[in-house]
């Protein structure tokens, strides 16, 4: 399918296929509507404003640098440098109340999925059997 795509498509593909990560959803379907517009403004480099409301029936509004969709067996999660924090976040992109893709244009970080899920693996590491005598 590449082979047929401009140079221009070809490199935003190329991107979009580094930054998207999928597992499997055993019955637990959900989806957003907004899918489209944030692999859009992960190619394009614009910034996003949402409304989020977070698991803990928190409401807030914040300004976002999409960087990846990642997929896991329940949800779509969208990974964004949250410019508030300085760092970067997932949001569940079934949690976005409101999207909207903004004029400007952000300077991509030099980070890549491998890199953002490091310290999750860290964590999860097992320890090593010891021998507790």
């Given at each position: 399918?590449?082979?047929?795509?401009?140079?221009?498509q070809k490199e935003k593909t190329d991107l979009l296929t580094q930054r998207i990560q999928f597992?499997?959803?055993?019955?637990?379907?959900?989806?957003?509507?907004?899918?489209?517009?944030?692999?859009?403004?992960?190619?394009?480099?614009?910034?996003?404003?949402?409304?989020?409301?977070?698991?803990?029936?928190?409401?807030?509004?914040?300004?976002?640098?999409?960087?990846?969709?990642y997929s896991t067996q329940e949800n779509w999660l969208l990974i964004a440098f949250y410019r508030?924090?300085?760092?970067?976040?997932?949001?569940?992109?079934?949690?976005?109340?409101?999207?909207?893709?903004?004029?400007?244009?952000?300077?991509?970080?030099?980070?890549?999925?491998?890199?953002?899920?490091?310290?999750?693996?860290?964590?999860?590491?097992?320890?090593?059997?010891?021998?507790?005598?």
């Open positions: 399918m590449k082979s047929v795509l401009q140079s221009s597992r499997v959803n055993a019955d637990n379907d959900k989806s957003s509507n907004y899918l489209m517009a944030i692999q859009t403004a992960i190619t394009d480099f614009k910034l996003l404003k949402i409304v989020y409301q977070s698991l803990e029936n928190k409401r807030s509004e914040c300004t976002i640098e999409p960087f990846a969709i508030l924090r300085n760092n970067f976040r997932a949001f569940r992109i079934d949690a976005i109340q409101k999207l909207t893709v903004q004029n400007e244009i952000f300077e991509p970080h030099n980070m890549t999925l491998e890199k953002y899920f490091e310290p999750c693996r860290e964590k999860n590491v097992d320890t090593p059997d010891t021998p507790l005598t």
